[in-house]
């Protein structure tokens, strides 16, 4: 052992257990912020991870699959020939047996639609789209399963596994009545307010139901493959005259960018507070570390190494650090049952997406490692500083230690107005640069982010959303696939409900078009740029050619009303000749996104129903953006192709005497909301195919304004907590500054500087940290605040920014009562000796 080596560690330990037991207050606040930057990390964490999980199950559940790609009466080649494209993750067979018919209790006609699922179909594609499974799907010709609607419809409000229902249903094969035994029932969530009753393969076999004469294969692909996939698929499958693969949108396609965004808006808000509990634990330990200075300079004089001293301050902190972060987390984990449920209503509204978006907490592991490493990290970062003054000072600079020296020098200030406190002022708020610019973020970052998300919020008006999304008062919408859910029997029904004062249809239909190279040129060189995979234009042209003039791939035609052109010529300068519209000689192009539909515009396309043949001319007078019609896109069949054309009602019956009617728009008398919605729901129950969307203006509108509220309110309190974060930052570094200024101050009085002139002096540094703030509020912030107005139209197409003038006056009058009232009340609180007892208590 070396002689020379210091052997005083246990003093040091039972030194720091004693230390840390005689700062209770220290300790207090250190517990504190380190409780406070845990949970709020925690809880970002939480709130974030829970959310991407719950919006991702909620798309699922909303679409009623999680198949993308679907075909109509497949054959058994075709479905092994779809199976071994490596694209195509899953493919299922679902079979349309029929519905059930039946009078309720409360004499209502129930309509349940009857489907067999296949393994593949029932596990890959349906099941993640529903939950509160009970008992198992049906094995056996007389087993049956429910679901929730389909048991309230036959009023079975206990079901039990096994129990017999006798049902009258309607197949091809006729009308039927048989008794079935239930074998599970579980919860559905799409829109259409029809129940479902799953069938048994033995039940499809001995009745004669074969997927190629009433069945559909739903075919998921990759995330993000969809449209690559059914390329694959329109090349490798050998398809019928008249079947063509139809494709919705895939909920997974969203999730990646919705992924991203909302990743980095949780790592701004956790750098923020990283940032913001670093300052509150480094001020507090500063405080405590300025304040027992010279017991560290004492414990030089025993020998003490700077080492040690260091370790000692350092254990210190981690000792508490082993009580709050734990703290932190229980907390967080306590408060995600109440937080993040309620923060998920941002995403949900009082209809059906309620019910929808499920409250799942996810309790990731992974969760609390990282913020308790985010926490820790945070602790040693702030620890850092303090536990280098304690060790490096001497018992000579302890004795004479302010806290205020850089190590340099200070250059003289010469000036003529003497002791000016607004000069002096100035001075101290710029004496410590680092923690200045630090109080400064904080309170501008607080203040900014509280601006940002107000002014956000606001400008999401519901009579905005409405006009834009709902400028009717109901919706009827048919999803894919798009077959003939709505007959002229269920059109005429309609019409004549009482209280209806206009309707009107959208109509679509499936067709060819004529492969004219020269034609579709654009768009030929448009898909060639996007392949990006070396492919030549020509040989590009010749395999697009190809595919077309096999059939194997098409467009959708959608029929408009006038008023979608009127509206595009308001705001477009190319008008479209309206007249010649009307007469089915110019068609619209959708949607503009820079796939070379613009070079498109004056050219004649040839159109013709899928696989007759009958080719009828029309030139292209416009092309459609996002925002000018209300059609989603997603339909297109291949890539390098438009995705839909806009046609008027006359050219659409040219085309065919029959085409699938894909959306109703109806409006009511006034008053009559109600009674008409009613009656609709009713009419609805009537419709086997149940793949629709049925949307009425109020309660969207009541959805609408609950969203808002439950954002306001969340959104509103995250703002608010990083504003108070920077407001508890702020009264931190004025407690350090006067704090670790003490010995200044009294000798300031000492001299014949009087108690008010020292208040004023604070209160000045203060005001200037209020002022310096407000004026990057109103250069920076402004900056960002008009960003912000630039991308909120980007962000929700039917925004309107107001700048928040209001809001920005009253946070300014709030920052500057806080900054001019708090160094007032620190040094009220710090000088209640006398100057000689507090020169005394210097000196001693």
Same mark, same amino acid.
């Given at each position: 052992?070396?002689?020379?080596?210091?052997?005083?560690?246990?003093?040091?330990?039972?030194?720091?257990?004693?230390?840390?037991?005689?700062?209770?207050?220290?300790?207090?606040?250190?517990?504190?912020?380190?409780?406070?930057?845990?949970?709020?990390?925690?809880?970002?964490?939480?709130?974030?991870?829970?959310?991407?999980?719950?919006?991702?199950?909620?798309?699922?559940?909303?679409?009623?699959?999680?198949?993308?790609?679907?075909?109509?009466?497949?054959?058994?080649?075709?479905?092994?020939?779809?199976?071994?494209?490596?694209?195509?993750?899953?493919?299922?067979?679902?079979?349309?047996?029929?519905?059930?018919?039946?009078?309720?209790?409360?004499?209502?006609?129930?309509?349940?639609?009857?489907?067999?699922?296949?393994?593949?179909?029932?596990?890959?594609?349906?099941?993640?789209?529903?939950?509160?499974?009970?008992?198992?799907?049906?094995?056996?010709?007389?087993?049956?399963?429910?679901?929730?609607?389909?048991?309230?419809?036959?009023?079975?409000?206990?079901?039990?596994?096994?129990?017999?229902?006798?049902?009258?249903?309607?197949?091809?094969?006729?009308?039927?009545?048989?008794?079935?035994?239930?074998?599970?029932?579980?919860?559905?969530?799409?829109?259409?307010?029809?129940?479902?009753?799953?069938?048994?393969?033995?039940?499809?076999?001995?009745?004669?139901?074969?997927?190629?004469?009433?069945?559909?294969?739903?075919?998921?692909?990759?995330?993000?493959?969809?449209?690559?996939?059914?390329?694959?698929?329109?090349?490798?499958?050998?398809?019928?005259?008249?079947?063509?693969?139809?494709?919705?949108?895939?909920?997974?396609?969203?999730? &990646?960018?919705?992924?991203?965004? #909302?990743?980095?808006? /949780?790592?701004?808000? =956790?750098? %923020? @507070? +990283?940032?913001?509990?670093? $300052?509150?634990?480094?001020?507090?330990?500063?405080?405590?570390?300025?304040?027992?200075?010279?017991?560290?300079?004492?414990?030089?004089?025993?020998?003490?190494?700077?080492?040690?001293?260091?370790?000692?301050?350092?254990?210190?902190?981690?000792?508490? &650090?082993?009580?709050?972060?734990? #703290?932190?987390?229980? /907390?967080?984990?306590? =408060?995600? %049952? @109440? +937080?993040?449920?309620?923060? $998920?209503?941002?995403?949900?509204?009082?209809?059906?997406?309620?019910?929808?978006?499920?409250?799942?907490?996810?309790?990731?592991?992974?969760?609390?490692?990282?913020?308790?490493?985010?926490?820790?990290?945070?602790?040693?970062?702030?620890?850092?500083?303090?536990?280098?003054?304690?060790?490096?000072?001497?018992?000579?600079?302890?004795?004479?230690?302010?806290?205020?020296?850089?190590?340099?020098?200070?250059?003289?200030?010469?000036?003529?107005?003497?002791?000016?406190?607004?000069?002096?002022?100035?001075?101290?708020?710029?004496?410590?640069?680092?923690?200045?610019?630090?109080?400064?973020?904080?309170?501008?970052?607080?203040?900014?982010?509280?601006?940002?998300?107000?002014?956000?919020?606001?400008?999401?008006?519901?009579?905005?959303?409405?006009?834009?999304?709902?400028?009717?008062?109901?919706?009827?919408?048919?999803?894919?696939?798009?077959?003939?859910?709505?007959?002229?029997?269920?059109?005429?029904?309609?019409?004549?409900?009482?209280?209806?004062?206009?309707?009107?249809?959208?109509?679509?239909?499936?067709?060819?078009?004529?492969?004219?190279?020269?034609?579709?040129?654009?768009?030929?060189?448009?898909?060639?740029?996007?392949?990006?995979?070396?492919?030549?234009?020509?040989?590009?042209?010749?395999?697009?050619?190809?595919?077309?003039?096999?059939?194997?791939?098409?467009?959708?035609?959608?029929?408009?009303?006038?008023?979608?052109?009127?509206?595009?010529?308001?705001?477009?300068?190319?008008?479209?000749?309206?007249?010649?519209?009307?007469?089915?000689?110019?068609?619209?192009?959708?949607?503009?996104?820079?796939?070379?539909?613009?070079?498109?515009?004056?050219?004649?396309?040839?159109?013709?129903?899928?696989?007759?043949?009958?080719?009828?001319?029309?030139?292209?007078?416009?092309?459609?953006?996002?925002?000018?019609?209300?059609?989603?896109?997603?339909?297109?069949?291949?890539?390098?192709?438009?995705?839909?054309?806009?046609?008027?009602?006359?050219?659409?019956?040219?085309?065919?005497?029959?085409?699938?009617?894909?959306?109703?728009?109806?409006?009511?008398?006034?008053?009559?909301?109600?009674?008409?919605?009613?009656?609709?729901?009713?009419?609805?129950?009537?419709?086997?195919?149940?793949?629709?969307?049925?949307?009425?203006?109020?309660?969207?509108?009541?959805?609408?304004?609950?969203?808002?509220?439950?954002?306001?309110?969340?959104?509103?309190?995250?703002?608010?907590?990083?504003?108070?974060?920077?407001?508890?930052?702020?009264?931190?570094?004025?407690?350090?500054?006067?704090?670790?200024?003490?010995?200044?101050?009294?000798?300031?009085?000492?001299?014949?500087?009087?108690?008010?002139?020292?208040?004023?002096?604070?209160?000045?540094?203060?005001?200037?940290?209020?002022?310096?703030?407000?004026?990057?509020?109103?250069?920076?912030?402004?900056?960002?605040?008009?960003?912000?107005?630039?991308?909120?139209?980007?962000?929700?197409?039917?925004?309107?920014?107001?700048?928040?003038?209001?809001?920005?006056?009253?946070?300014?009058?709030?920052?500057?009562?806080?900054?001019?009232?708090?160094?007032?009340?620190?040094?009220?609180?710090?000088?209640?000796?006398?100057?000689?007892?507090?020169?005394?208590?210097?000196?001693?």
């Amino acid at each position: 052992m070396d002689p020379m080596r210091n052997n005083n560690s246990p003093v040091i330990k039972r030194i720091a257990k004693r230390s840390l037991a005689a700062n209770r207050t220290r300790n207090i606040f250190a517990i504190c912020a380190i409780i406070l930057t845990t949970f709020m990390l925690s809880s970002v964490f939480s709130i974030g991870s829970s959310l991407l999980q719950n919006m991702k199950t909620m798309q699922i559940r909303a679409m009623g699959t999680t198949a993308s790609v679907f075909l109509k009466n497949p054959s058994e080649s075709q479905i092994e020939q779809v199976k071994k494209q490596d694209l195509v993750q899953a493919a299922g067979m679902e079979i349309a047996v029929g519905s059930i018919k039946a009078k309720t209790a409360s004499e209502k006609d129930a309509q349940i639609a009857m489907a067999y699922y296949d393994d593949t179909q029932w596990r890959e594609h349906y099941q993640p789209a529903i939950s509160h499974i009970n008992g198992e799907y049906p094995r056996t010709y007389d087993k049956i399963m429910l679901s929730e609607r389909a048991l309230k419809q036959l009023d079975i409000q206990a079901p039990k596994i096994n129990q017999t229902i006798r049902l009258t249903y309607v197949t091809r094969l006729g009308t039927k009545t048989s008794d079935f035994r239930l074998s599970g029932w579980y919860r559905n969530y799409t829109p259409a307010d029809t129940g479902m009753a799953l069938l048994s393969k033995d039940y499809c076999l001995s009745e004669g139901f074969t997927g190629q004469k009433d069945g559909r294969l739903s075919i998921s692909c990759a995330p993000g493959d969809r449209l690559d996939c059914q390329e694959q698929l329109n090349r490798n499958v050998s398809l019928q005259k008249g079947q063509t693969f139809q494709s919705s949108y895939d909920p997974r396609e969203g999730n &990646s960018t919705d992924t991203l965004y #909302i990743a980095a808006t /949780l790592i701004g808000i =956790a750098l %923020f @507070i +990283v940032l913001s509990g670093y $300052l509150l634990i480094y001020n507090v330990l500063y405080i405590s570390v300025t304040k027992d200075i010279r017991f560290y300079g004492m414990l030089k004089t025993i020998g003490a190494a700077p080492k040690q001293i260091k370790k000692l301050v350092r254990s210190q902190i981690f000792r508490l &650090s082993a009580i709050g972060i734990p #703290i932190g987390i229980l /907390l967080a984990a306590a =408060a995600s %049952f @109440i +937080v993040v449920p309620f923060a $998920l209503t941002l995403f949900s509204d009082s209809g059906s997406s309620a019910e929808i978006m499920p409250g799942d907490v996810s309790f990731n592991p992974w969760i609390f490692i990282a913020t308790m490493l985010f926490s820790l990290l945070t602790v040693i970062i702030s620890c850092r500083k303090p536990a280098k003054i304690a060790g490096n000072v001497s018992p000579v600079e302890a004795l004479k230690y302010t806290g205020l020296s850089s190590g340099r020098k200070s250059a003289k200030r010469k000036s003529t107005s003497g002791g000016n406190v607004r000069r002096m002022a100035f001075h101290n708020v710029f004496r410590g640069k680092k923690r200045s610019a630090l109080v400064f973020a904080s309170l501008f970052m607080g203040t900014i982010t509280f601006l940002g998300v107000t002014s956000f919020i606001d400008s999401l008006g519901v009579d905005q959303y409405l006009e834009r999304y709902m400028p009717n008062d109901f919706r009827i919408t048919s999803i894919p696939p798009i077959n003939h859910k709505f007959d002229e029997q269920y059109i005429a029904s309609l019409s004549k409900i009482d209280g209806v004062d206009s309707m009107e249809t959208i109509s679509t239909l499936n067709c060819d078009i004529d492969p004219d190279e020269k034609t579709l040129e654009p768009l030929f060189r448009s898909e060639t740029i996007k392949s990006d995979d070396g492919t030549s234009y020509e040989d590009m042209a010749e395999n697009l050619k190809l595919a077309l003039a096999e059939g194997q791939m098409g467009v959708w035609i959608f029929s408009i009303d006038d008023h979608y052109v009127e509206d595009y010529n308001k705001s477009h300068e190319n008008k479209i000749d309206l007249a010649a519209f009307r007469q089915g000689k110019l068609a619209i192009l959708g949607y503009d996104d820079g796939s070379g539909y613009g070079d498109m515009l004056g050219r004649s396309i040839k159109l013709s129903p899928k696989g007759q043949g009958k080719y009828r001319t029309v030139k292209v007078g416009g092309i459609f953006d996002h925002e000018d019609c209300l059609i989603p896109s997603g339909y297109g069949q291949m890539a390098g192709l438009m995705d839909l054309v806009f046609v008027s009602d006359a050219f659409m019956k040219k085309m065919s005497p029959d085409p699938v009617i894909y959306n109703i728009t109806i409006n009511a008398d006034s008053g009559r909301e109600p009674y008409v919605e009613q009656q609709i729901q009713k009419l609805n129950s009537t419709l086997v195919d149940t793949s629709f969307e049925f949307h009425f203006k109020s309660d969207i509108r009541e959805s609408f304004l609950s969203g808002m509220t439950s954002m306001r309110i969340l959104g509103g309190g995250i703002s608010i907590m990083l504003l108070i974060i920077g407001v508890l930052n702020f009264i931190n570094v004025m407690l350090t500054s006067v704090y670790t200024r003490r010995q200044e101050l009294a000798v300031m009085e000492s001299v014949g500087m009087t108690k008010r002139q020292i208040k004023n002096m604070l209160t000045w540094e203060g005001g200037y940290y209020a002022l310096i703030t407000t004026g990057l509020i109103l250069t920076v912030g402004n900056g960002l605040l008009w960003l912000m107005s630039r991308s909120v139209t980007g962000i929700a197409d039917y925004a309107v920014y107001h700048y928040p003038i209001l809001l920005l006056i009253l946070l300014v009058q709030l920052l500057f009562i806080i900054c001019l009232l708090v160094p007032r009340i620190v040094f009220r609180a710090t000088s209640k000796e006398s100057v000689t007892e507090r020169l005394h208590q210097i000196d001693s």
